[in-house]
């Protein structure tokens, strides 16, 4: 198929026609930059193709704002020697029209007619989308899609394979797939993917495992019912057997034998016991008689025990009453010398009390002339104390006035030297003999007068002249100073003194007299403290008691004699006393303990000569020797008796043990339990036997065998039909692997010659790896040395160069088949390195050689050199305006 | 049915051909009116019922249906007695299959012999033996028995004055036993005017193939050495005559595909004591038991096959087990004839494992084989021969089938 021109109008931008005319069978490279159109020209080639005429989904092919646009693509191209030649135009004027080699289509007709030479299918309505494509779908690759190929291929995959099919010459089969599919539908209702039972299979399985429990519990049960049939046969013979025979009745006869004998025994032993009691009687009574003998004959040795105690007794009572006459002569003694210290200690007692006399007195005695001269001397300090309070009362005038006078007095003083500086000074010397008369008084000779006031100065003679001192400081000092005088005059009449000298004077004796009455007061205290009336009867106190000790000095017996001198003293005195009353004491003790010691000697002695007589006395009494002789006599009787019974008793005994009563017991015992035994056994085989028929009964009623029969049966039926299901499975499971395994080998035979175009343009890029196609003929695993994977997993850029080759393999492929192939490339590899850039360019010229390309990009430079001019898609647009 | 009784009555016994089938009784009246009163005694002799008994190689229909015919052929034994003019039925043993059977078995059985109301003797044999506790004890329990039903739970004589016979049974009481129990028989003693009809259930030593068990010995002699007029014998299935005095009954209605010679009562009669037995053998059972061996080479053989099909009356139950080979073709027409075949038997079953599928090329156009179908069907043609040749048997049919539907469908 070679596409010769493409015009196309009113589509999207190109409002104005545009023709891309001139088209070469190989390679043509349109370049332009971003929106300059070329996915425009792309569109509009789809469109012309794939969209129906009369769709109402293309509005995207109006150019912008233009309602009244009727968008048109006109395609030439020829295909098999016959030229083809399509107008389509959509929208506002709907058309399709298909002119081939002459023969004129148009509408749908037009329009299937393409899609079966391309290879596509129509939208049924709206506009046309991915699984519609078919194989140029795989072929025209739209920009930033070439490494999707997957969803292309799959939509190509009839076209593609109806196209191997040619090649091949091969029938696939009709229907192999369909009856492959029915075949893993049947085995997957009785088997899983991995092969295992699933569904019936599974559940007859169960079931069967299920039953064969179930019998095997059956078949128990039955063994058991068979078993209780077999015991309860055994057990009917032995009942039977037992209500025949009776054993237990041998046994109770023995029983009653065995205690016959036993009761004889029993006899002999009650005997046994009752002699036996009469013989310990006979041993008590025997023992009490002797036990009396005893008794009697002890009596004599203690008569003459007695006799001893009381010879004892009287050489103690000798010995003691021997002793009384030293220790009387001791405290006779000790007596003597205690009466010697006390009189001693009397007299020293008496030399103490004087001599504590004597002292008395004279301590006294200085006492009292102590007192004596200290109330002398008090005497006359308060005779010169009273004259001073007197001389003190004479003078007492306050210092506090005499303060203020004194001061008065200065103040006048000063005011009077003040007045009379400022006094009109009047001065004079006169004629010898000659007299004024100033204010009344008369003045001679010279002298000098201060004026104070208004003064007349007469002069005889002559009359009198008046002088009247002038100024205001003048009249107030004359009345201050007449207020001082007036004030100095009242107080020395308070005072009631004459002048301050007078005054002053007075103090000063006042104060004196003051300052002798506390000295005399301090003198009065120092000797009477108290006050003279205290000391005074202090004086008359130790006066009365002098005489007192004087008195009893007197009353004492005179002074001793000069062995007084040499006599002990007190303390010496009263220690000798009491040592001496000490062994007074003990010397009377001894003499006390002695004598009770006598009376208590005497008492033994008289108390042992009585009972000595008392029992001397009854012992040699009638009563007394009878009494002896009866018990001899039944002593002898009872040690006979004893005899007697010894002999009964050791006969009987003999006899007892000959029977072995032990033994008969042990028969009894014997004979009873084989009786209770046997019976018992009877009766538990009759218990058994019911409880075995009530059981049997039980069990036959539910038909055991019957049931594992029927069971036996149910499991034969499952496993049946588990056999038919297991045989059915296999078969299945064969039939499934070698269809699979046939329609794999016929898909290998179909995949080789897509496999050999892909290795022819992989070679080129990889010159060791592999693509393999997978039975869908889609690229799938991809080998390079050693790595190994699935095509999805290799980078974009390889995938898009893959897929890119896939696509030039299926071109290859639909071109060896006769179907049509053009190629367009929108803006392609653009993920590709310089290297694989280059290899790709090779595949591509190698692949332009057969097919037509169609190369869309805004990178020129990358495919400079792949040997075709390439054509601007601006410049295109320039020539058809001006054309 | 002609080469059947031929092998099974070698002896040279002839049975009395049943002209109305299983159906024996529909003229029981007027042989009834023909009885004479005063006549020497004539009994029926039977055993091997085996009640209780299941099948399970069948389907529940059919196992339901073969249980119900063993009911029906006591009634039908019941009937034969009554339209003979039996004076007796005697049962030699096996009544029941097993000890546990349901009461309802229990009373179904005994419920069946009411047509008869002369006296019936069962004997207990090695699948109903007397034990301590048994199917007859659990029949007395459940009050099931009629009068008129004597069972011989203990060695020993039943006296049937009025009927002329004296019965000398031995029982099993244990369910095997190595001694002959009919040994006492020599020795019991029985009235002179009385027939001494013997009664027992075991192996006659020396006379039936090895493989039957070695318990239960009867000596062969025993009718001579007892100087019994008849022994009735049970336990081999089969009709069979040890000697003129002693006879296997054989099961009355067939319940397996060996001992071919089953499905008959026999009615004896004898000219007092002393007399030789005459033995009538009257077929009773329903259900006719085939077990088919066939080898098809040519497809003439299939013919003859479904020929032999086509004439087995409709009350039978087959097992065909076939070798050889077969081509697809046929092989739907083997399918097709069975099918049929399985509406109108009783019971069918073929095994066609053995059997090869060998498609020719019209089986492989018919069905549209092509592409690698027709590869697969070649292998798997040829893995008949191989070692799992039974799962590439079923896979080729399998495959031949949906094929076949689908090109059926296509049409």
């Not at chain 1, 169960?206 to 039953?211: A, E, N, R, S, V």
């Not at chain 1, 009344?440 to 208004?454: F, P, T």
């Not at chain 1, 009365?544 to 303390?571: D, H």
């Not at chain 2, 068990?213 to 001579?224: G, K, L, Q, V």
Request: with cysteine; charged share 30%; glycine share 6%.
């Amino acid at each position: 198929m070679k596409l010769q021109q493409l015009r196309l109008e009113q589509i999207r931008q190109f409002r104005d026609p545009l023709l891309l005319g001139d088209l070469q069978p190989g390679i043509n490279l349109i370049h332009g930059p971003n929106e300059s159109g070329k996915s425009t020209l792309v569109r509009a080639i789809r469109a012309a193709f794939f969209e129906r005429h009369r769709s109402k989904s293309v509005e995207d092919l109006r150019p912008w704002g233009d309602s009244a646009a009727v968008p048109t693509v006109e395609l030439a191209f020829e295909h098999n020697q016959r030229s083809w030649r399509l107008t389509k135009s959509f929208l506002q004027r709907k058309r399709c029209d298909l002119v081939v080699d002459g023969t004129s289509y148009s509408g749908d007709e037009a329009e299937e007619k393409l899609a079966a030479l391309l290879g596509y299918q129509l939208p049924q309505k709206g506009a046309s989308k991915e699984q519609h494509w078919g194989v140029p779908g795989l072929l025209w690759v739209e920009q930033g899609t070439g490494q999707d190929i997957e969803r292309a291929v799959e939509h190509a995959g009839d076209h593609l394979k109806s196209a191997l099919n040619n090649l091949v010459g091969e029938v696939a089969s009709s229907g192999g797939d369909e009856v492959i599919q029915e075949i893993e539908q049947q085995r997957g209702e009785l088997l899983t993917g991995t092969g295992k039972p699933r569904g019936e299979y599974l559940q007859l399985e169960k079931d069967q495992q299920q039953l064969q429990e179930e019998i095997a519990v059956l078949d128990d049960r039955i063994r058991q019912y068979q078993e209780q049939v077999d015991r309860l046969g055994r057990l009917t013979d032995e009942y039977e057997k037992a209500r025949r025979e009776r054993p237990w009745d041998q046994a109770l006869r023995n029983l009653e034998r065995a205690r016959e004998r036993y009761r004889q025994v029993e006899v002999l032993q009650q005997q046994q016991a009752r002699d036996k009691e009469a013989l310990q009687y006979v041993q008590q009574s025997l023992a009490l008689l002797r036990q009396n003998q005893e008794q009697l004959q002890s009596q004599n040795r203690k008569l003459q025990q007695r006799e001893a105690d009381l010879q004892k007794a009287r050489q103690q009572l000798a010995r003691e009453e021997a002793r009384a006459e030293p220790l009387q002569t001791a405290v006779e003694q000790a007596r003597a010398v205690y009466d010697a210290a006390g009189k001693a200690l009397e007299r020293a007692r008496q030399q103490e009390a004087r001599q504590r006399l004597v002292q008395d007195i004279a301590r006294l005695q200085a006492q009292h002339q102590s007192l004596s001269l200290s109330l002398e001397k008090a005497g006359e300090f308060q005779r010169k104390l009273d004259e001073a309070r007197k001389q003190k009362q004479q003078n007492r005038i306050d210092g506090g006035t005499v303060q203020q006078l004194r001061k008065t007095r200065r103040e006048l003083d000063e005011e009077t030297i003040r007045s009379r500086a400022i006094a009109t000074r009047l001065s004079w010397e006169l004629d010898p003999g000659k007299s004024l008369r100033l204010n009344g008084q008369q003045i001679s000779e010279q002298g000098e007068e201060r004026l104070l006031e208004d003064s007349t100065l007469s002069i005889p003679g002559f009359g009198s002249l008046g002088i009247t001192p002038g100024g205001e400081d003048l009249a107030r000092a004359r009345r201050s100073l007449q207020r001082l005088e007036q004030r100095l005059s009242d107080e020395l009449a308070a005072l009631g003194v004459a002048s301050l000298e007078e005054a002053e004077q007075r103090l000063v004796r006042f104060q004196e007299a003051d300052r002798q009455l506390n000295h005399l007061e301090d003198l009065l205290k120092s000797v009477a403290p108290n006050g003279i009336d205290r000391l005074t009867s202090e004086y008359d106190d130790t006066g009365i008691e002098l005489e007192k000790r004087r008195v009893e000095q007197a009353g004492l017996p005179s002074t001793p004699g000069p062995e007084a001198e040499t006599a002990p003293g007190k303390t010496e005195a009263e220690s000798t006393v009491r040592h001496a009353e000490a062994a007074l004491t003990n010397a009377e003790d001894a003499r006390t303990r002695h004598e009770k010691s006598v009376l208590t000697a005497r008492q033994d002695c008289d108390n042992a000569r009585r009972e000595w007589q008392q029992l001397k006395d009854e012992l040699e009494g009638t009563e007394r020797q009878q009494q002896l002789q009866q018990l001899a006599g039944e002593l002898a009787a009872a040690e006979q008796r004893k005899a007697g019974l010894e002999g009964t008793l050791q006969e009987r005994d003999h006899e007892i043990q000959r029977t072995r009563p032990d033994l008969i017991r042990l028969d009894i015992e014997r004979y009873q339990r084989a009786a209770e035994t046997q019976q018992q056994a009877q009766q538990n085989r009759e218990r058994e036997l019911r409880d075995i028929r009530v059981r049997l009964e039980a069990w036959g009623a539910e038909g055991l065998e019957e049931q594992r029969n029927d069971k036996a049966a149910e499991l034969e039926h499952h496993h049946r039909r588990y056999q038919e299901l297991h045989r059915r499975a296999r078969a299945l499971d064969l039939l499934l692997n070698l269809l699979t395994e046939k329609r794999q080998a016929l898909t290998r035979r179909l995949q080789a010659p897509l496999q050999k175009h892909l290795d022819h343009y992989l070679s080129v890029l990889f010159p060791d790896a592999t693509l393999e196609v997978d039975e869908n003929l889609m690229p799938g695993r991809f080998t390079r040395g050693n790595e190994l994977g699935q095509m999805s997993e290799l980078s974009f850029g390889a995938r898009e160069q893959m897929g890119l080759i896939s696509r030039l393999a299926y071109a290859d492929l639909l071109l060896e088949a006769g179907r049509p192939t053009l190629i367009i490339l929108d803006d392609t590899l653009v993920h590709s390195d310089m290297g694989r850039l280059e290899g790709m360019k090779r595949i591509l010229f190698d692949a332009a050689r057969r097919h037509q390309i169609l190369l869309f990009t805004c990178h020129p430079e990358h495919w400079q050199d792949l040997g075709v001019e390439p054509r601007d898609l601006e410049a295109l647009k320039g020539q058809t305006v001006s054309g | 049915m002609a080469g059947l009784a031929q092998r099974a009555f070698g002896n040279g016994i002839v049975p009395v051909p049943s002209a109305r089938g299983p159906d024996l009784n529909r003229d029981a009246i007027t042989i009834k009116i023909a009885r004479e009163v005063n006549r020497l005694p004539r009994f029926l002799h039977t055993a091997d019922w085996q009640m209780g008994r299941s099948f399970s190689r069948f389907e529940a229909e059919d196992s339901a249906a073969l249980t119900e015919a063993r009911f029906e052929v006591i009634e039908r034994l019941a009937r034969l007695a009554l339209e003979e003019n039996c004076d007796a039925i005697l049962v030699a043993g096996d009544v029941f299959d097993a000890q546990t059977v349901s009461d309802r078995t229990i009373r179904r059985v005994f419920n069946a012999t009411r047509a008869f109301a002369g006296p019936w003797v069962m004997l207990p044999g090695n699948h109903d033996a007397a034990l301590a506790e048994s199917v007859w004890s659990r029949a007395r329990r459940l009050n099931a028995v009629p009068d008129n039903v004597h069972l011989a739970l203990e060695p020993g004589l039943t006296v049937l004055s009025d009927q002329g016979l004296a019965i000398l049974s031995a029982p099993l009481t244990q369910r095997h036993t190595y001694r002959d129990l009919t040994e006492p028989f020599d020795a019991l003693e029985t009235p002179p005017d009385l027939l001494r009809i013997g009664l027992a259930h075991g192996s006659v030593e020396g006379v039936l193939p090895e493989e039957v068990d070695a318990t239960n010995p009867i000596a062969p002699d025993r009718a001579e050495r007892a100087n019994l007029d008849y022994l009735a014998l049970g336990d081999w299935h089969g009709t069979k005559q040890i000697n003129p005095r002693t006879w296997y009954s054989g099961t009355p209605e067939p319940e397996r595909f060996r001992n071919n010679d089953a499905g008959y009562g026999l009615i004896v009669d004898i000219e007092g004591p002393g007399g030789l037995p005459a033995v009538t053998l009257h077929e009773t059972a329903r259900y006719r038991w085939y077990q088919w061996r066939e080898t098809l080479a040519v497809p003439s053989d299939l013919d003859g096959l479904l020929e032999r099909i086509e004439g087995l009356r409709e009350s039978s139950v087959l097992d065909i087990r076939l070798e050889g080979s077969i081509t697809l073709a046929d092989d739907q027409r083997l399918t097709e004839a069975l099918s049929v075949a399985e509406a109108r038997f009783r019971c069918i079953a073929c095994d066609r494992t053995r059997l090869q599928l060998t498609p020719t090329e019209d089986d492989i156009a018919s069905i549209q084989a092509d592409g690698y179908l027709g590869e697969v069907i070649e292998e798997l043609r040829a893995r008949q021969e191989g070692d799992r040749a039974e799962t590439a048997r079923d896979a080729l049919a399998l495959l031949a089938e949906l094929l076949r539907n689908r090109s059926e469908v296509a049409r």
